[in-house]
């Protein structure tokens, strides 16, 4: 037991010392944040810049009803068209558009917008809602219904879903939830491979420099194995540990000075009637935030972080095991990677629709498949007697590939210069 | 303190060991010859636990092989290496602790090899820093720093340059002196006839020979002299029938050297008293067979025997 803690210990801090693991460390957080920061602040840059749009009106409906609105400044021109056109690509600023509203535009509801450069989605979005609005008014007008009666005629139901559980009625929010249980699926995804394929390289160095039989001569293969698992296991904690951390620091210091500038930005992105919506909308992500178990979710997050880690390395540790460097380790790369491919596609497809039904189900039941389905569920409540179920069956399956693993690689650490079939790893496995 | 008893080792589709018994004693530097393929390291990494074997027993110092004769024994394997990124002081501590030494004494035996070797300035350097005589210093170090009763080592001295061999046979020599048993496996027989004592010649899974050095060769001879003498330039002296039968004959420098065999029940006296009557003797030589001789002719005899 002593030995295996050495082991541990040697596999712990050699990575952990590397400049590359404090490089990942501090820089994926700086990397989040500056990408939210840069989602801001280009947005807001955006927001700054004027827009004109030139309006040649040829039915004479919209006129001066067109309202300058955020960036967007309306200028009525007379024409001739080609004269216009002519004035918009000398402008040769992209943020100069040309908008002809046909005569027929009510029969045909189609307008031209030209410019220099690529028309900005978000502007165009903009000129066509308040056209819709404009237009939509003039109509009703016609048919003789009062507009102003309409406006306060406006039910605006939400639906406050709840769910009832044991311990009573909780909200659900099923935006959020989705979103909170994809991101954890994506993470294990990603770093199943990412711990797995640090295992995988870890036997094949070994391996490689032959320090392998000086090592095992002093302790049992399986001790290597495992020592180096736990290790590695451990670094992806320290790893997580610290992003959570650093983050959680992070995105309290810029959300507190980006803070004072946010709401004023959404008030200048949005049209002005759909600000009550808007408005709405922040209130139900905080709401939703709120209503996430955080405790819960990350706590099972790590049970199922390890418990595929210890399902999967055991097995990338057998690959290592088996190669004599890493090009070798496709062959056998396939049967490792087709379960968490094939979950992580049933996950976005099948599962976050019907985080109840069999498949999902079943897919969060198989030690092989669970760390994935079931962290897609789990945001979405869970009974207990599966939960249960599935880390049991997780445990069962770790203890499974590591027992195949273990077998597979105390042969072939041993074995140099062979090309390996799985008819010889079949062989290996029985004795 | 070694007592290796009807070891039999199997692998999918060969035998790797044919059930393989001998002694090796106490203080004693034991050669484990064969050619490659023979079993040696199958035979070598089930003394030193790697692997069980499927028949027999070990006795190490009167017990059976067990965990706790792990940090008893030094282990040089054939295929061998260090980790390259790894600070060799750190990697020498690892590697010792994983032998069962304490921290603290594991650092002050490393010092002291470190010292005698000189290899003080390495400590915090690594492996791949070092050039491939160093490395070989520092492997054979962490093979021996845990002060092991039995060393084994497995073709040392391959990819040695020849200073490093020297220093560590010298090295070798000293530990056996202090007590250390040392088994020598190699397929290279020349290097081992000087420095062991008793061998065990594998070939095909089995023993075929096991014994002292000096009588296996004493076993070996086979009246077999080199003579060489002046005379008899015109006349080619005719080998004297039931007396001996030539084997080769050579001319160098106005000389002639006869190998010849001697034949029962004469002695090589008898030969003398023929030749000296007619010609100069100037040297006589008994042809002693060499480990590397006997090591093929007993390989080649088996394989014409499977033949047959």
Known sequence: MNKVILIIKREYFSRVKKKSFLLMTFLVPVLFLGMWAGVIFLSIQDADTLTTVNVLDESGLFGTSLENSGSIHYNMVAGPVEQEKGNISQANNENSYLLIIPEDVREHQKVELFSSGNANLFTQEQISSQMNTILREFQLREAGIDVNLLAKIDPHIRINSMEITEVGERENHAGATMGVGMFASIIIYITLFIYGAQVMRGVIEEKNSRIVEIVISSVKPFQLMIGKIIGIGLVGLTQFLLWILLSGALFTAGGTFLGDQMPAQLENMAPPESAAMQNDMLQDVQQAMASIDFPYIIGTFLFYFLGGYLVYSALFAAVGSAVDNETETQQFMLPITMPLLFTYLMAFSVLIKDPNGTMAFWLSMIPFTSPIAMMVRIPFGVPAWELGLSMALLIAGFLLTTWIAARIYRIGILMYGKKVSYKELMKWLRY | ?308
């Open chain 2, 1 to 308: 303190m070694l007592l290796i008893k009807n070891i039999v080792k199997e692998y999918a589709n060969h035998k790797a060991l044919d059930n393989v018994s001998f002694t090796v004693e106490k203080g004693s530097i034991f050669g484990l010859l064969g050619p490659n393929g023979a079993g040696k390291t199958s035979l070598i990494r089930i003394i030193n636990q790697i692997t069980a074997p499927d028949g027999g027993e070990i006795i190490f110092n009167g017990q059976t092989l067990n965990p706790d004769h792990i940090s008893k024994i030094g282990y040089l394997p054939e295929e061998r290496g260090l980790y390259k990124k790894m600070r060799i002081g750190e990697q020498m501590l690892y590697l010792a602790q994983l032998k069962g030494l304490s921290k603290p004494e594991a650092i002050k035996r490393i010092k002291h090899w470190f010292e005698k070797m000189d290899m003080q300035a390495w400590w915090e350097k690594k492996v791949e820093d070092l050039s491939k005589g160093m490395q070989q210093k520092v492997q054979f170090v962490a093979t021996v720093v845990h002060q092991p009763e039995l060393l084994i080592l497995d073709e040392p001295f391959t990819g040695f340059d020849p200073i490093n061999t020297e220093l560590i046979k010298k090295e070798i020599l000293n530990l056996n002196k202090s007590g250390t048993t040392i088994i020598f496996s190699t397929h290279r027989m020349e290097s081992v006839e000087e420095l062991c004592d008793h061998i065990v010649l594998l070939n095909k899974a089995k023993k075929i020979i096991d014994g002292k050095v000096a009588e296996i060769k004493n076993t070996y001879r086979n009246n077999t002299f080199t003579i060489s003498y002046i005379g008899s330039q015109n006349r080619e002296i005719l080998p004297s029938e039931n007396l001996y039968t030539l084997i080769k004959r050579r001319h160098l420098d106005g000389q002639t050297i006869d190998t010849l065999q001697v034949l029962e029940p004469y002695s090589i006296n008898d030969v003398l008293s023929y030749l000296i009557p007619q010609v100069q003797i100037t040297a006589l030589r008994e042809v002693i067979p060499s480990i590397n001789d006997i090591f093929i002719q007993q390989v080649n005899n088996m394989n014409t025997l499977r033949h047959e």
